[in-house]
């Protein structure tokens, strides 16, 4: 069954830093999000994206975070300067057209910053 | 985002039992979703409702949208020893396009 990959499953960096957060939804889909869990807490919704721009985003996703699709199959989440508040797992997902179409989730990247 | 109260926080199971879990709104969603995740992993659907009232079943799975939107419970029948996990639930609102929210979780252990 096709799925969603994400890359890497654990980053570390220091607090300053840019990161670069990578994921290649499923083939057919064109409508792809971000989301984090802080850990123990709960998933949280940053951004949603569809036709090469960003459709919706929460309160999270500030003018540090940013979104990319650089080519057809890539969908990266880019941090400029990291904080020790964005420690989390960041989970990238994927849809197909349709208002019922499932989500499906990758398995996230762990970011760590120290 | 909205707050979704999901209870119990955690719950230790005796394989073979039925286990019951349930989310409540102070908003009204169009859309309530169950997924299951487990460590390493992303969550996994298990089961969608889209209408008030909705029972829909998936294996041992049974999940209802509850009649006044702002709630839904998913019930675990003959649990095994592999349902073990962190069980979300997670509603929609619209026209946001899946910006869900989503509860804090309930944990299932299996009580050796």
């Known amino acids: 069954e096709p799925e969603v990959t994400q890359t890497p499953s654990h980053q570390v960096t220091q607090m300053g830093q840019e990161v670069i957060l990578r994921c290649v939804p499923i083939s057919n889909h064109l409508y792809f999000y971000w989301y984090r869990q802080i850990l123990g807490q709960k998933v949280e919704f940053l951004v949603s994206?569809?036709?090469?721009?960003?459709?919706?985003k929460s309160e999270i996703f500030d003018d540090q975070f940013s979104v990319e699709r650089p080519d057809g199959s890539n969908f990266t989440l880019k941090i400029r300067s990291t904080k020790l508040e964005d420690s989390a797992m960041y989970f990238c997902?994927?849809?197909?057209?349709?208002?019922?179409?499932?989500?499906?989730f990758g398995n996230g990247t762990r970011l760590t910053v120290t | 985002g909205q707050q979704l109260n999901q209870s119990p926080q955690s719950m230790f199971i005796q394989e073979g039992e039925d286990v019951s879990m349930n989310c409540t709104s102070s908003s009204i969603f169009n859309t309530w979703l169950w997924y299951k995740q487990e460590p390493g992993e992303g969550p996994v659907l298990l089961i969608a409702?889209?209408?008030?009232?909705e029972l829909t079943s998936n294996g041992r799975l049974t999940a209802q949208f509850g009649i006044t939107r702002k709630d839904s419970f998913l019930n675990i029948s003959a649990s095994i020893p592999s349902d073990v996990g962190i069980y979300f639930c997670?509603?929609?609102?619209?026209?946001?396009?899946?910006?869900?929210?989503f509860g804090a979780g309930t944990t299932v252990t299996v009580r050796a």
């Open positions: 997670a509603g929609r609102i619209p026209p946001n396009d899946y910006k869900l929210s």
């Open positions: 994206f569809y036709n090469n721009e960003i459709s919706e």
């Open positions: 409702l889209y209408k008030a009232g």
């Open positions: 997902a994927s849809r197909a057209q349709g208002a019922r179409s499932p989500l499906h």
